[in-house]
């Protein structure tokens, strides 16, 4: 293998091409591991960095080969970590250190292959609510998808403060434990308009005279598409309309929520961490929105559109919404492989807040581990 780039930052041949990176490299020996046998060393002519073909591998400085394929495909089908580390003989921390990689190269995949869609469809907004570390923290987990293609777009996550009806001893311990730890004020309004917010980069006005957008009735939403300069504009010109629908309606194909309401219960259906009434709940944020992009990826790229038996259609909800057939095919090929350097990807607020970790679990004091590997910019 020729190292396709140099991967130090501070390298003008860092953000090489393939092939554009030759005549700037020179073989610098070897090492041995007992994972992998011998590996080539090289080192760049340009900046003198040293490093291995190793470098560019997802196993990058791991000690034993867990296989990814397998990993990505327990966690989008509702299997546990502890099961999934139970059924690959491996440790829990190994399973979310793998789990780690393959959510980064889902959000680098990601936010390459979605500035190549031009809108073309309306857009199905809502909120999917579970709860961080225990029930006296639920968190809105905000979701945007094509009406019609199901493709999800983005998504925000927000912890916010217990509502509803609680006895007096569940009053007291909510006081009691917002004494170390409280939601952000205004949470919901704010994640929505992250949200939103990813709008109007995919929006070609020249191509989708008008974008229609489908809510429930959440009284936060209007406020948050307030808050977006470009929507607010284009909502007071006529070309974005905001529309809503009770979400007490039947949830069936022709509620205009469909695409929301059909997602909801994917997520249900798939994540462990996310079933109802179950011993799997999120402990960790972080680990828990890893685990999250997981499912997008499979959802989006790798799941059929329609699934019917025997499966003679296996266009995926990316095709439907206009991501080029050969485009995922090459990302896919890499899913399992591929290092991403997050100085390669143009990532937004949410994704970028993802790969670092930075979203932050209730009462937990200490940032998450970020290995070195990951920073990398």
Known sequence: MNPPFCPNPACEHHHDDPGQYDGYWQPFGYYTTLVVGIVKRFKCRVCNRGFSERTFDLNYYTKRNIDFAEVERAISQSESVSTIARNLKASPASILNRIDRIGRVGIAM???????????????????????????????????????????????????????????????????KEQSWRAPRGGIRSSFGRLLRTIDPLWDRSKLNQLVLWTDEHQAY??????????????????????????????????????????????????????????????NVSNGLMRFVCHMVYHNYMKPHRIEWPQKDHTVHAEVAGVAPERIKGQLAGLFTRRPFLSHHALSEELERIWLKRAPTPHKTKPDYLPRYALAV
């Open 222 to 283: 209007p406020k948050a598409l307030g808050d977006v300069a470009p929507l607010a504009s284009a909502m007071s010109a006529g070309s974005f309309v905001h529309k809503t629908w009770p979400s007490t309606a039947p949830r069936t194909m022709l509620n205009p929520l469909f695409s929301a309401n059909y997602y909801d219960r994917e997520l249900r259906k798939d994540l462990a961490a996310l079933r109802r009434e179950s011993t799997c709940f999120t402990r």
């Open 110 to 176: 990601h936010a390459d292959l979605l500035p190549t869609i031009t809108l073309k469809e309306d857009l199905t907004a809502d909120g999917f609510e579970s709860f961080d570390r225990s029930q006296f923290h639920p968190n809105q987990i905000n979701l945007l998808l094509g009406k019609e293609s199901q493709f999800l777009l983005s998504f925000t996550h927000v912890t916010i403060r217990r509502k509803g009806r609680m006895t007096p001893g569940q009053k007291r311990m909510r006081a009691f």
